[in-house]
């Protein structure tokens, strides 16, 4: 079991094949309880999960420390990116994940620590979601450029974003077009924030991308479930 305390929703709904999962990764000064609201609107069959940043920050938590807007701290970022890593090889094997029916969802600090793995591993999620973040491009990651082509993203920036400007979706967006990603690009009339119109074409993105994923071969595993499938937790 990963050192991670995180929160998981079983499925609203029966699934034909292994339940596909929804990683939701929060932002700075967050924790795991402030994204777990979205589930109620997203696809009933996902099984969410929803964990907690490593680092203390006043009441909430956060994935790395900042050098500026656009610069994660070297160190803290290093040891975020390896912790979230080894949460997703945990919660695979502990709640028994089609690693090829695992999508992302991150918002603003948590959208970094997403992009930061399809940069690096973009086959550890069958899709992935970047609110009100960024591509840490300039962190010195060791990226997997060709392995982007193809993959599916969902970017999303509000134009009045006061904490991360707009300017930086746009060059996650560029970025993602020019390594042949499956690139999905909105701006919305908001500032840091959700609205229920990006969370309602966010919930229409997953469940195609749901769809698209059902005919997978299924290779189940050993061991046993982590938790008990009837029930959200706290570990």
Same mark, same amino acid.
């Given at each position: ?5 995180? *929160? ?20 700075? =000064?967050?924790?795991? %309880?402030?994204? +777990? ?9 996902? %099984? #969410? +999960?929803?964990? *907690? ?13 900042? /050098? $500026?807007?656009? &610069?994660?701290?070297? *160190? ?25 029916? @695992?999508? @992302?969802? =991150? ?9 930061? %793995? ?7 999620? /069958?899709?992935?979601?970047? @609110? ?15 392995? +982007? ?9 509000? #134009? /009045?974003?006061? #904490? ?6 746009? &060059?996650?967006?560029?970025? %993602? !077009? ?5 690139? !999905? ?5 908001? $500032? ?7 969370? $309602? ?15 997978? !071969? ?6 046993? *479930?982590?938790?008990?499938? !009837? ?5």
């Amino acid at each position: 079991m990963s050192d991670l305390i995180h *929160r998981v929703l079983s499925p609203r709904a029966a699934s034909a094949s292994q339940a596909p999962a929804l990683l939701l990764i929060h932002g700075r =000064g967050s924790d795991e %309880l402030d994204l +777990l609201s979205l589930a109620s609107q997203l696809d009933p069959r996902l %099984l #969410v +999960l929803s964990v *907690r940043a490593p680092f203390p920050l006043g009441p909430g938590y956060h994935w790395y420390d900042l /050098a $500026a807007i656009g &610069e994660p701290e070297p *160190r803290t970022f290093a040891s975020g990116l390896d912790a979230l890593r080894r949460f997703i090889t945990s919660a695979i094997v502990d709640y028994d994940i089609d690693p090829r029916r @695992l999508f @992302l969802l =991150g918002f603003s600090q948590g959208a970094v620590m997403s992009g930061a %793995l399809i940069l690096t591993e973009p086959w550890v999620s /069958a899709g992935t979601i970047m @609110l009100s973040g960024y591509l840490p491009l300039r962190s010195g990651l060791a990226i997997e450029a060709a392995a +982007l082509r193809g993959h599916p993203v969902f970017v999303a920036h509000g #134009v /009045a974003d006061g #904490v991360i400007p707009v300017t930086f979706g746009r &060059e996650s967006r560029d970025y %993602l !077009t020019q390594v042949g990603a499956e690139i !999905t690009y909105r701006e919305y009339p908001i $500032a840091h924030q959700i609205s229920p119109e990006e969370l $309602a074409e966010i919930a229409r993105w997953l469940s195609k991308h749901i769809e698209s994923t059902s005919g997978v !071969t299924i290779d189940k595993r050993d061991g046993q *479930r982590g938790q008990d499938s !009837t029930a959200a937790c706290l570990v």
